[in-house]
């Protein structure tokens, strides 16, 4: 009896083992239609156009189409592809399944994708792609060329992603004799989109950006750009606050050099779902917004000033040559019931911050222009000067900016000259 269920545990044993490749190619067939599906979108269409499931292997041929009229007709005039079709070579393994993509015009696409997809859901995918060069039929003096290219990535069944990129590097040149060449790009991130935006990590890093004119003079030229980017979810309350972050080495314009840029910047508690509502009424709009849409914006708004928010300048920095300048403010936006869509300046009265400005004396001597206005700001007492340079320095307190030097006025009258 010992001897038939020791048989018996062998048999069950072997023929899960001879069907498991057979479970393991439906669900790779699953994997691939449902990503067919969820690639779908308003203006590109994939399609399966075969699947051959095998016992130890399958292979899938999909086309991805746009079809989104005006994008189409706009790459048909630059004698552009409209649809590509991709090849997936698949491998049924125990506990996954890996497929080998490329697409089925390789020499005019030279991109290879090698995915792993996992019982658990989650994939892992490195993406490479070789130099590509085009040209457009009804302009045949402008060429793009895309230097090599990597992409990393794993997606987890949650939807959370991790990856990180490097690119080479990019020529546009156009019949117009003008160029735009980026050098060395590369970034990273982690986290997800939920409700239409980003929650999560991401960065990004140029070694260089140039635009050159036709005369071969280069007209804006950054050196070392980062920017990166933090958004985080605070369920409690349902709000979501990011800081962003931007800083360049050097930028080169004309006959000058502006150095050691940064921008710092933070919205804090912003309410999610009247942030992507609002969001929703712009994003993949052909066309401009109706009267429906921008009733549902006006709303967003409301809503978003009802729950609070605020709003941060945490640093911005330039300086040319041995001059220095740097500014930061911030914005506290108290909740509210106040429809501020029907009087938005009945929200000025309540708002809370303050904000502060320096401009060195090398800055001034450098441009001897700016040196009657600082003059008049100093007679206001909205300015002041110390050793260094000068000076602004004010709180907002009930829709007021008090200045150090004495100065009082309505907000309203600071920051109007911005909207002329």
Known sequence: MN????????????ALAACWPLAVGQFAQNTIQNGVAELNQDGVQVELV???????????QTKIK????????????????????????????????????????????????HSVTYF????????????????????????????PAKLNAH????????????????????????SILIDAASGS??????????LGKQNLAMGEFNMIDAQGESMVNIHQFDYEFNTQENSADSTFSSHHKVTADSVNVSDETVSDLALDASFNNLDIAAFSQLLSVYQNKAQAPSAEDMKQAMNSVDALFAKGFNLSLNEMKASIREGKFNTDWKLDFPKTDKQVTKNPMQILS????????????????QFPFIQPGLDDLMRQGVMTQQAEGYYINGT????????????????LMVIAPLFL
């Open 350 to 365: 309540s708002v809370q911050g303050g904000a502060n400005a320096f401009i060195s004396n090398e800055m001034v001597k």
């Open 120 to 147: 658990n859901g989650s994939t892992a995918l490195d993406l490479t792609s070789q130099k590509m060069a085009f040209t457009f039929a009804n302009d045949l003096n402008s060429k793009l060329e895309f230097s």
């Open 66 to 113: 746009v079809i989104d009229p005006l994008l189409k007709q706009q790459l048909q005039m630059d004698g552009l592809p409209t649809e590509f079709v991709l090849d997936h070579d698949i491998s049924h393994g125990l506990i996954s399944i890996s497929t080998d993509t490329k697409p089925v015009d390789y020499q005019t696409l030279p991109i290879d994708i």
């Open 3 to 14: 001897n038939v269920k020791k048989f018996a545990a062998i048999g069950g044993f072997v």
């Open 189 to 198: 991130g982690h986290g997800e989109k939920k409700q239409g935006f980003w």
């Open 396 to 411: 907002i307190e009930s829709g007021n900016v008090v200045f150090k030097g004495g100065k009082s006025m309505p907000l």
């Open 155 to 178: 997606i987890t069944r949650s939807g959370e992603v991790e990856f990180n990129y490097q690119f080479d590097g990019f020529n546009g040149h156009f019949s117009s004799g003008e």
């Open 50 to 60: 075969h699947y051959e499931r095998g016992y130890l292997s399958s292979t899938a």
